[in-house]
C-alpha cells in the first residue's frame, strides 16, 4: 500500500487547489463589480483549477491506498450533488464544467 498523502507532490496539489479554490470564492463575493478584464482573469482561473484537479483525481485513481480510494468516492458523491449522474464518470462533470465556462467566456465577448 502507497502512502498517497505522503508524497510532497500531492501535499504541494492539494495546498494549490485550496488556495485556488479559496480565490475562486473570494472572488465570487466581488464578481459583480468586476470589469471584463476581471472576470475573464476569474474565468481562467476556473479552468486552472479544473485542469489541476482533473489531474489530482487522476493521480487518486491510480493509488491503491484506502484514503486515497476513500477520497476519490467522496468526490464522486460531492460530484452527484452537481448533477453528475450516477452511471457517468468524472470527465463528464469536468466536460460540464468547462463548457460552461466556455459559455461565460463567449458572453464576455
Known sequence: MSGFFDSEVV?????ELDEMQEKIFDDMLQLPFF??????EHLELM???LE???LFIFRLSLSDDPKAIEM????????????????????VFFDNME???????????
Open 35 to 40: 470589469g471584463k478584464e476581471e472576470k475573464r
Open 52 to 54: 489541476k484537479q482533473k
Open 99 to 109: 463548457n460552461i465556462i466556455k459559455n461565460l467566456e463567449r458572453t464576455l465577448d
Open 11 to 15: 501535499r504541494e496539489s492539494l495546498l
Open 72 to 91: 476519490k468516492e467522496k468526490i464522486m458523491e460531492s460530484a452527484k450533488m452537481f448533477g453528475l449522474k450516477p452511471d457517468e464518470s468524472l470527465n
Open 47 to 49: 479552468k486552472q483549477f
